[in-house]
């Protein structure tokens, strides 16, 4: 069993950064391929970037490529997303997921364990 705890989201204006962070409560953490996904109200969850265990292969959605950056310390149990020149269009509650990444690391499907979420807003 892995418990996510998301943290770092809130109310920043267009063109900010923000780091959000997931810290994992269960020491088998390293052993899991880790993502960020994001609900918008009204819409469906979407895949937003992952990292594979050791950290060597990322993988971002189209939307934040170029933008956003998923890292991860196995020694601290986190991974984080920071996120650059921010957009309204990025208002969402961010989810950060563990997984193996089978069949597909942009799927939910591939992620077991969720954390609760936290809120970004994005204004103009």
């Known amino acids: 069993?892995?418990?996510?705890?998301?943290?770092?989201?809130g109310l920043v204006q267009q063109g900010?950064?923000?780091r959000l962070s997931c810290a994992a409560s269960e020491g088998t953490f390293r052993e899991h391929s880790l993502g960020w996904f994001r609900q918008a109200?009204?819409?469906?969850?979407?895949?937003?970037?992952?990292?594979?265990?050791?950290?060597t292969t990322t993988y971002y959605a189209d939307a934040v490529k170029g933008r956003f950056t998923i890292s991860r310390d196995n020694?601290?149990?986190t991974v984080w997303l920071l996120m650059d020149s921010l957009?309204?269009?990025?208002?969402?509650?961010?989810?950060?997921a563990a997984g193996s990444w089978y069949p597909d690391p942009g799927r939910?499907?591939?992620?077991?364990?969720?954390?609760?979420?936290?809120?970004?807003?994005?204004?103009?």
């Open 1 to 9: 069993q892995v418990r996510l705890i998301e943290s770092g989201g």
């Open 108 to 124: 939910e499907q591939a992620y077991g364990y969720w954390g609760q979420g936290t809120q970004v807003t994005v204004s103009l």
């Open 87 to 96: 957009r309204p269009e990025d208002t969402a509650v961010y989810y950060c």
């Open 75 to 77: 020694s601290k149990n």
């Open 41 to 55: 109200a009204g819409k469906k969850r979407e895949f937003v970037a992952t990292i594979n265990w050791s950290g």
């Open 16 to 18: 900010s950064s923000l």
